[in-house]
């Protein structure tokens, strides 16, 4: 019944929308606000009667079948209905809907400008729809008469993974609603204040969003998939750091425009850049064209129909802009060291970056179309090519929030030249003593640079507050406390992948390793039986110097409704250092296991997670 | 200058007409990215040896089909998506009576298999026991997984998951002018 239910609305909600792109050229043009709140309820309804198909295990549905099993725990249930290809197109078009809901409330903006805003995400809500019902439907109904599921994928079974795809889609999609105002921006040729503030607001919000997806994405990476690391170049994560950029680029750009009215050209490049760079992507990743830890089945014309909707509203949002862009005075007041320059270096390196990442992921396809010889871009070609293109960057970054718009002045300027010097010899002076490596060295001194800068520059803006009003003081200090939070990231990444130790053994019960200073016991291998699975965990004894630290216990699932393995990193940590363990096979030798010593990773997710909540923080300006 | 202008202007539109060009020829093309060819693909049938499902008299080698096409599916009665592709066999069977196809029981208790069958009906020539070591030869991946064989003892076609009808219709069909 859900079922039905949900393709019905589904169906009224592709309607809805037709009639909206409609009215938009009759005689009434206010009732555009009024379909657009009602396709949010049909799409809403759509939505939570597929979620309840899950909850109910209705096997009748098709994906439901393909995608759940009755032992699973309420929480994978309800994650099954976005953990599949149909169920996440329909998240996508809920959240599409959701921010264009949340938008027709909208008092400050022009009505004319509201009005073709609407009309624009409408067209994309539609073309959605229309590719949900032809091809990706979750609404199908089972073929054969099943009473147990295939079971969702295992590995997605996981706490974070269940809020995961619903934030990252709020980021990721919500740049459609920031293209859908440039669009009505260029074509009403009114962009204003208003226009500029609503856009901050906006892109700031699906930036910080598609931020704490992505980390949270990572983290899950970190201790699900077992292999040491959170960033592995996949292309489902290059895809979602595309956007990211570009977003960056934007976010940074409409600051500049808030202050005196330039860029407004540049900040609508950037706002359809985004969303084409999320329509893309979701391509690459959704047509199979791509091998991907997320790889969805792969259908040739649901990858020809994002790819034609990609194409024509790439295609026409660029023409539109050719044709309507705003003309302006190009009289940036550009200087050796101010605040424009700052943001135009920071977009450049933004941009590049993106193009490098975007260039790595499709390669494979160039080569194996023109050659056909198949090329695997792995992360030697991204840690080559981005990470020395971000890197100066990165350098203006603890200072450029004080700067000015109007000199090369700055305060205190010789305080930051004597403290950058004294920092690289501190350095240089200690890798001596330990690990030599010039990207630990550059690295560790920029975030170490940008993490001091921020605190001295903090400090010294609280010191002007005198512990009055904290809730504003955060507000307005936002971009330095963002910036602290991409100083911790950086220590994090740094110390992490240039100092990570990695140790592989195989051990027997009650066998003691030692590790250089550190040494690990297994103590004994426990069985859980739980709804879904049946674990072996192992429970490991941690040894520093022959003192005890903590337990570790790492653990094998087999999962039973799909017969499949899946390796539960066990993680301590002690804030300084993670100790990570991975347990594999059995042989003759004991317990094959992979311990990895990674030093200050934690601080990757305090950072992004500092970053996150920086720019909500910052919504509170407006 | 005024032309490099009006070309940066223009680059993002010429930029997405190639990307789409690329992609499109890309998807027509019919490549797929996470099937890389099978390592077994053009080699010979690896030697196997087994025994009838409902008569253990009955034994069947390597040499019985190796100069015939034959379709070599691996099934369970525990694997639900063997029961989705079921009743794609039983068409194929129907269709083509003279088409020889060999079931592989993986791993399964005889009378579920036996229980399967009577419920789903038996599209199978010759079913033959498969402790788990004759899908370990034809490297097996998962439930169910389907081999075609040409009338050399080449596999020709190997496919992993459900049968649908498109892969049916591009992949085994052409190699059925019995």
Same mark, same amino acid.
């Given at each position: 019944m859900f079922t039905n239910f949900g393709f019905y609305t589904l169906l009224l909600t592709l309607l809805v929308n037709g009639i909206s792109i409609f009215s938009n050229f009759t005689g009434f043009k206010k009732i555009i606000i009024f379909f657009c709140r009602l396709s949010f309820m049909f799409i809403s309804i759509s939505f939570i009667s597929l979620i309840i198909s899950f909850i109910i295990s209705d096997f009748n549905n098709l994906n439901v079948f393909q995608n759940s099993h009755s032992s699973m725990p309420i929480m994978y249930k309800i994650a099954g209905a976005w953990g599949s290809h149909e169920g996440s197109m329909l998240l996508w078009i809920f959240v599409m809907n959701l921010y264009i809901f949340l938008f027709s409330f909208n008092k400050t903006l022009k009505f004319k400008i509201k009005r073709w805003a609407i009309f624009f995400q409408s067209i994309l809500i539609f073309l959605f729809c229309l590719y949900v019902l032809l091809t990706s439907s979750p609404f199908l109904l089972n073929p054969i008469n099943v009473n147990e599921g295939l079971g969702l994928n295992p590995i997605l079974q996981d706490p974070l993974l269940v809020i995961h795809p619903p934030l990252l889609y709020l980021g990721y999609v919500g740049f459609s609603l920031i293209m859908s105002i440039a669009l009505a921006g260029l074509i009403t040729n009114d962009i204003e204040e208003s226009w500029i503030k609503v856009t901050k607001i906006w892109s700031l919000f699906s930036w910080s969003l598609l931020t704490a997806g992505i980390a949270m994405g990572s983290y899950w990476a970190y201790y699900e998939l077992g292999w040491g690391g959170w960033w592995f170049w996949d292309p489902v994560e290059n895809v979602s750091l595309m956007p990211w950029l570009a977003g960056l680029?934007?976010?940074?750009?409409?600051?500049?425009?808030?202050?005196?009215?330039f860029l407004k050209r540049w900040a609508i490049f950037l706002s359809i850049l985004c969303f084409s760079l999320s329509l893309i992507g979701t391509f690459l990743v959704r047509s199979g064209i791509l091998t991907?830890?997320?790889s969805f089945a792969s259908d040739t014309t649901r990858g020809l129909f994002i790819l034609i909707i990609f194409f024509v509203v790439t295609t026409f949002s660029f023409l539109l802009f050719l044709v309507k862009s705003p003309k302006e005075k190009n009289n940036l007041n550009l200087l050796f060291i101010n605040k424009p320059t700052a943001l135009i270096i920071n977009n450049i390196v933004m941009l590049l970056a993106c193009f490098t990442v975007f260039l790595g992921t499709i390669y494979p396809i160039i080569i194996e179309l023109s050659l056909n010889q198949r090329v695997s871009i792995g992360a030697p070609y991204f840690n080559k090519t981005v990470i020395p293109i971000v890197l100066p960057g990165l350098l203006l970054m603890s200072i450029a929030p004080i700067l000015s718009w109007e000199s090369n002045k700055f305060k205190n300027k010789l305080i930051y030249i004597y403290a950058l010097i004294l920092l690289s010899l501190i350095l240089i002076i200690l890798s001596f003593f330990s690990t030599f490596s010039v990207?630990?060295?550059?690295?560790?001194? &920029?975030?170490?640079?940008? /993490?001091?800068?921020?605190?001295?520059? $903090?400090?010294?803006?609280?010191?002007? +507050?005198?512990?009055?009003? +904290?809730?504003?003081? &955060?507000?307005?200090?936002? !971009?330095?406390?963002?910036?602290f939070g991409v100083g911790l990231l950086i220590l994090g990444i740094t !110390?992490?992948?240039?100092?990570?130790?990695?140790?592989?053994?195989? /051990?027997?019960?009650?066998?003691?390793?030692?590790?250089?200073? +550190? !040494?690990?016991?297994?103590?004994?291998?426990?069985?859980v039986d739980k709804d879904n699975y049946q674990g072996l965990v192992g429970i490991f004894l941690l040894y520093e110097k022959n003192k005890f630290v903590g337990e570790i216990k790492p653990e094998k699932r087999f999962y039973k409704s799909n017969s499949m393995i899946t390796t539960e990193a066990g993680i301590y940590n002690n804030i300084i250092e993670d100790f990570y363990l991975v347990i594999g096979d059995r042989n003759k030798e004991g317990w094959n296991i992979k311990f990895y010593v990674n030093?200050?990773?934690? &601080?990757?997710? &305090?950072?992004?997670?500092?970053?996150?909540?920086?720019? $909500?923080m910052s919504l509170w300006r407006f | 200058m005024a032309f490099l202008k009006k070309f940066v202007l223009f680059l993002p539109i010429i930029i997405t007409i190639f990307l789409f060009g690329i992609l499109v020829s890309y998807l027509l093309s019919?490549?797929?990215?996470?099937?890389?060819?099978?390592?077994?693909?053009?080699?010979?049938?690896?030697?196997?040896?087994?025994?009838? %499902?409902?008569?253990?008299?009955?034994? %069947?080698f390597k040499k019985d089909i190796e100069d015939k096409v034959t %379709?070599?599916?691996?099934?369970?009665?525990?694997?639900?998506?063997?029961?989705?592709?079921?009743?794609?066999?039983?068409?194929?069977?129907?269709?083509?009576?003279? %088409?020889i196809i060999v079931g592989f029981n993986h791993k399964d208790s005889k009378k579920d298999a036996i229980k399967f069958l009577e419920e789903n009906g038996n599209p199978y020539t010759f079913i033959g026991i498969d402790d788990g070591s004759i899908g370990l030869e034809f490297g097996v991946f998962g439930l169910p997984?389907?081999?075609? #064989?040409?009338?050399?003892?080449?596999?020709?076609?190997?496919?992993?998951?459900?049968?649908?009808?498109? #892969?049916?219709? #591009?992949?085994?069909?052409?190699?059925?002018?019995?």
């Open positions: 680029a934007l976010v940074h750009t409409l600051s500049i425009t808030n202050h005196n009215h991907s830890v997320h990207f630990g060295i550059l690295g560790l001194l &920029l975030a170490t640079w940008i /993490i001091l800068g921020t605190l001295f520059n $903090i400090f010294q803006n609280l010191r002007k +507050y005198k512990g009055k009003k +904290y809730l504003f003081f &955060l507000r307005t200090n936002n !971009s330095l406390i963002a910036h !110390s992490s992948s240039v100092f990570q130790k990695e140790y592989s053994n195989s /051990i027997k019960l009650n066998e003691k390793l030692n590790f250089d200073k +550190y !040494s690990l016991q297994l103590k004994k291998i426990d069985v030093p200050l990773v934690i &601080l990757i997710w &305090l950072g992004a997670g500092i970053m996150f909540l920086s720019g $909500i | 019919d490549r797929d990215a996470n099937k890389p060819p099978s390592a077994l693909l053009n080699k010979n049938i690896p030697n196997f040896s087994t025994v009838n %499902l409902f008569d253990e008299n009955k034994k %069947l %379709l070599i599916n691996f099934f369970a009665s525990w694997c639900i998506p063997c029961k989705q592709e079921h009743p794609l066999l039983e068409d194929l069977q129907k269709k083509f009576p003279n %088409l997984e389907t081999f075609m #064989t040409d009338k050399n003892g080449k596999i020709i076609f190997k496919h992993i998951g459900p049968l649908d009808k498109k #892969t049916i219709k #591009t992949n085994i069909l052409p190699y059925l002018n019995l």
